[in-house]
């Protein structure tokens, strides 16, 4: 009985190191991708949503991508911009794709640049639906088209794997802050991972 105890907790022990070095490689990878230094210049610029206050009122992180989308937009003028998200959450009033336009055109936006994917609650199905929007859009293969994809620095490695995933083989990347009172997402990156491929899994299924 002792044998079988010891046997027990040294697999146990091996499973947990194993799940904290899997974490903390993560880790690493998501913060070394989020302190980089991302792209200019693309065709097409997906902002991920995010979460929704009561009605209509975005996050603060949802705001810091729409600040950083509007920045992005002024300074290359020749980017369309594929503002992301639905209206799904209790209360909500308006979709998170019609707040990130709504603003983006009270920043001068010309709204003919402004192309809605407002059907999606999940990244993976950010990346699904908005890319056969672009492809419609421009008439091209998604791999003939320089498209960007923006959202919170902390966020930015796992929604690339996801990107590649959904067919956009080479994502270009476009970061903005993290709220202060948001850096525990970081931590929660660790805990998303398995959500992460379940949603990978059940997108190949229903593609």
Do not use: W
């Not at 293969?141 to 796992?158: G, K, M, N, P, Q």
């Not at 903005?176 to 805990?191: H, L, M, Q, S």
């Not at 998303?192 to 190949?204: H, R, Y």
């Amino acid at each position: 009985m002792k044998t079988l105890s010891k046997v027990m907790l040294g697999v146990a022990g091996t499973v947990a190191g194993g799940m904290m070095l899997t974490a903390a490689v993560y880790m690493t990878l998501v913060i070394s991708e989020a302190k980089k230094n991302h792209s200019d210049d693309c065709d097409y610029l997906m902002v991920l949503g995010g979460n929704v206050i009561g009605e209509d009122t975005p996050s603060p992180q949802l705001f810091e991508r729409m600040k950083a989308a509007a920045a992005y937009l002024n300074k290359n003028t020749e980017c369309h911009i594929v503002p992301c998200g639905g209206c799904f959450r209790h209360g909500q009033k308006k979709s998170e794709a019609k707040i990130i336009a709504d603003y983006l055109i009270e920043q001068g936006i010309d709204e003919s640049r402004i192309i809605l994917e407002d059907k999606s609650t999940t990244t993976v199905e950010n990346f699904k639906f908005a890319l056969e929007i672009i492809k419609n859009h421009s008439g091209k293969d998604v791999s003939e088209t320089r498209i960007a994809f923006l959202s919170s620095d902390y966020h930015i490695y796992r929604a690339a794997l996801i990107a590649r995933t959904c067919g956009l083989e080479n994502p270009f990347k476009v970061s903005c802050p993290t709220p202060k009172d948001a850096y525990k997402r970081y931590v929660r990156e660790c805990f998303v991972a398995p959500d992460l491929f379940a949603q990978i899994i059940k997108s190949k299924f229903n593609h």
